[in-house]
């Protein structure tokens, strides 16, 4: 997608920080191919087998690397995986003696070391420090109890049972104190142990919480982290499975897939985890979309542009035609668009034109918003002050304006591009390109001659504020310059601030 539609961008690929990004998708569409040729699969398969025997240790654990000791979420985190194939019918690890010797030694070590977290609470208890009724259930008991949940008749030993009940006690009680990636897991845990009144109260809770718009589907708003718990991409697939397994409602889980599609459209999925579990999701629940290939039908005008283009990218349908200036009439101001299909589909039509700067409006009918203010930097006795600055507010050779843009986007974006056009009578105060940090974002600032770019390698939902000093240099009337954004991934997305007059005089 970063390779896509140059001539639509505000800056080119190579003005970018994102060059080998573009380089390293490109490659994963080349080897898509590779992933249908079967007899390839099955050696992958069975050599990805063999590196699972070889890397378990003597304990039945794996580690984070090769040769290092046991971790018990990476252990859990295979168990699941495996689990998860057999949900699928991936495979079968019951009939397979390498993969059932895996099972039966990785979850003799789960189990092993649930049992010891348990005994180190029994012990706090007896030194009178805690309460074992109390809330004592982590992330990592959560994820024990849905790793085991795919084996739930595999035997355990008489400690491990303990453990276990405790555990499953514990979530029953405290599911309400957990994030939605981990009621999820809960909830999936506590059907397999067929524990319907809890699983009953998590569903209601969550479409309770749940956000619904017709264009993002339905999703849940949430503090994203770095935590493998706090994932979006991972928390919305585990959703759609949990509603898909309890619920059956095909037209929640489609809408609960339109969120995933919808972000895809403005983000890359950077980690097999996120992209396993998404492909799984769109794949395994709800209605099947794949099944349906319908043709989308595209008018403009009179002209039915979906019949003209006839060279579509295979599996998604993609195309793009080009319309010249002297074709363009007043009947292309319709543009319909017909889709016979259940699933989702989105494009754009871009409207390339020369305008007087000085006479744009603010654009304000995207996702992203941008508002551009000046401020005349001014001394007092209180302190430094700022006054905005108006057409008719001349400017002095000399003075410190403050640049101040306000960024509002209502949905995460990756790759986005902000360009800060300046006029020609200012020069700025910080020439230094550096990556900035500043309320939790951070993104790279770079100046040149006529604009300073901020590049957002992950911009998230919310409200910025970003401010850089100039000083008026030249006598004049100048075009301020407005400010640009446009994800790089999806250039649909953009937006612009509106064009002023500056006045300087000497």
């Not at 008991?141 to 405790?166: C, G, N, Q, V």
């Not at 991934?489 to 000497?506: D, N, W």
Request: glycine share 6%; with cysteine; hydrophobic share 35%.
């Amino acid at each position: 997608q970063l390779s896509k539609n140059e001539e639509l961008k505000s800056a080119i690929l190579s003005q970018t920080p994102w060059v080998r990004d573009a380089l390293s998708e490109e490659e994963q569409m080349h080897n898509i191919a590779l992933l249908f040729d079967l007899v390839k699969m099955a050696q992958e398969r069975e050599a990805e087998k063999q590196k699972l025997k070889q890397r378990q240790n003597q304990d039945g654990g794996f580690s984070w690397f090769n040769g290092g000791r046991s971790n018990t979420y990476i252990t859990q985190y295979i168990i699941e995986g495996i689990g998860q194939l057999n949900f699928m019918d991936v495979i079968n690890s019951s009939r397979d003696k390498d993969l059932n010797a895996i099972v039966a030694k990785g979850l003799n070590y789960i189990d092993q070391a649930a049992a010891e977290r348990y005994a180190k609470l029994k012990e706090a208890e007896e030194e009178g420090k805690i309460k074992l009724k109390d809330n004592h259930l982590s992330s990592i008991d959560i994820h024990y109890l849905y790793a085991r949940s795919f084996f739930e008749t595999r035997k355990m030993t008489r400690e491990a049972a303990k453990a276990f009940f405790y555990y499953k006690d514990q979530a029953r009680k405290y599911w309400v104190d957990k994030n939605l990636y981990e009621q999820a897991m809960i909830g999936l845990a506590l059907f397999a142990y067929e524990e319907g009144p809890q699983v009953a109260d998590i569903i209601a809770s969550m479409k309770e919480r749940a956000l619904e718009n017709e264009e993002l589907g339905m999703y849940w708003k949430f503090n994203a982290g770095y935590h493998w718990s706090q994932l979006p991409i991972e928390t919305q697939s585990l959703i759609i499975q949990l509603f898909h397994e309890v619920e059956e409602d095909k037209g929640l889980i489609d809408a609960m897939k339109k969120w995933l599609i919808k972000n895809k459209q403005t983000n890359r999925w950077e980690t097999t985890k996120a992209t396993a579990s998404a492909i799984q999701a769109l794949l395994k629940t709800g209605t099947r979309w794949i099944d349906e290939a319908e043709p989308v039908q595209l008018h403009v005008g009179k002209r039915n542009i979906s019949e003209e283009v006839t060279d579509k990218e295979k599996g998604t349908g993609y195309f793009k035609t080009i319309i010249a200036a002297e074709d363009v009439n007043a009947t292309y101001a319709n543009i319909s668009m017909n889709n016979p299909n259940n699933q989702p589909s989105f494009g754009a039509a871009y409207f390339q034109y020369w305008e007087d700067m000085n006479v744009i409006d603010e654009y304000t009918e995207t996702p992203l918003k941008l508002v551009k203010t000046l401020f005349k930097k001014e001394n007092t006795e209180a302190g430094p002050k700022l006054r905005a600055i108006s057409e008719n507010d001349p400017i002095e050779i000399g003075d410190l304006i403050t640049v101040r843009i306000v960024l509002e986007v209502d949905r995460p974006m990756e790759f986005v591009h902000m360009k800060d056009s300046r006029s020609s009578g200012v020069e700025p105060e910080d020439v230094l390109s550096a990556y900035k940090w500043q309320d939790g974002l951070g993104y790279y600032q770079t100046t040149q001659d006529i604009a300073t770019n901020f590049f957002f390698d992950y911009l998230p939902r919310g409200k910025y504020v970003f401010e850089y000093n100039v000083r008026a240099s030249h006598e004049g009337n100048f075009a301020n310059g407005i400010t640009t954004i446009q994800c790089m991934y999806a250039p649909s997305f953009t937006s612009h601030s509106e064009g002023i007059q500056v006045s300087i005089k000497e």
